[in-house]
């Protein structure tokens, strides 16, 4: 199913990175500091880190809330979170649904995930597509944002994974932060995809009380 058979998309608000990383940052910034010997384990690499930078922008908690206060209207930002909080737990399918949802609604920074993604699978034919994808979507002319001072996700969420990443190490999330993404209801009517996590109206709240518990272990 293709993202506009749901949802009408709602003019794209760009969601920055962190300190404003724009998609030429974004690919510089998760190459892994040597070559990893083999170019999907690099692609994987890349959408490890990628997914943990946007769960880190100081946006993440609010795009969350946007994405389930209009159920007409798909907000890019609060899909790219979701997915990347998806993949961070497994949930690959789940992943690519909202990052094809998010680049519908014109998230340029979706479309590169999405070029990590299937890299990581070996569909290199894909990944270019998704590549040009994202070049095209970041030359588009867009309008201002309006001034959106946002709120992040707790550093618990995501500090350690940032750190597993450079290491080179297996990334995890805390478990009970991990356990609210699990549990997160399910459209199961989706051809492609299987059952889809949905965003819940309390996931930025109840990752922030996952993350509290986390914290005081």
């Known amino acids: 199913m293709d993202w506009d058979d749901r949802y009408d998309a709602e003019p794209d608000r760009p969601v920055p990175l962190p300190d404003g990383v724009s998609v ?14 083999a170019e999907h384990l690099q692609a994987r690499h890349e959408l490890d880190l990628a997914a943990t930078l946007i769960i880190a922008q100081p946006e993440a908690a ?29 949930h690959e399918d789940g992943c690519q649904f909202w990052l094809q949802f998010a680049a519908g609604g014109g998230s340029p920074t979706a479309a590169s995930c999405l070029s990590f993604l299937h ?23 867009r309008r201002p944002a309006a001034p959106w001072p946002g709120r992040p996700l707790p550093p618990e969420v995501w500090a350690d994974t940032l750190a597993a990443c450079h290491d080179g190490l297996t990334l995890r999330l805390p478990a009970r932060v991990a356990a609210v993404v699990h549990q997160l209801p ?18 930025a709240e109840d990752l922030a009380h996952a993350s509290v518990h986390t914290r005081h272990r």
């Open 24 to 37: 030429p940052d974004l690919r510089r910034l998760v190459r892994a500091r040597s070559p990893l010997g």
């Open 62 to 90: 609010d795009s969350l809330k946007a994405l389930t206060g209009n159920r007409q209207h798909i907000h890019p930002g609060g899909a790219l979170v979701l997915a990347a909080l998806l993949h961070l737990t497994g």
């Open 119 to 141: 890299a990581s699978r070996g569909e290199f034919r894909d990944s270019d597509y998704w590549r040009s994808q994202a070049d095209r979507l970041a030359a588009e002319p």
């Open 186 to 203: 399910v459209d199961s009517d989706d051809e492609d995809h299987g059952e889809i996590p949905q965003p819940s109206p309390t996931l």
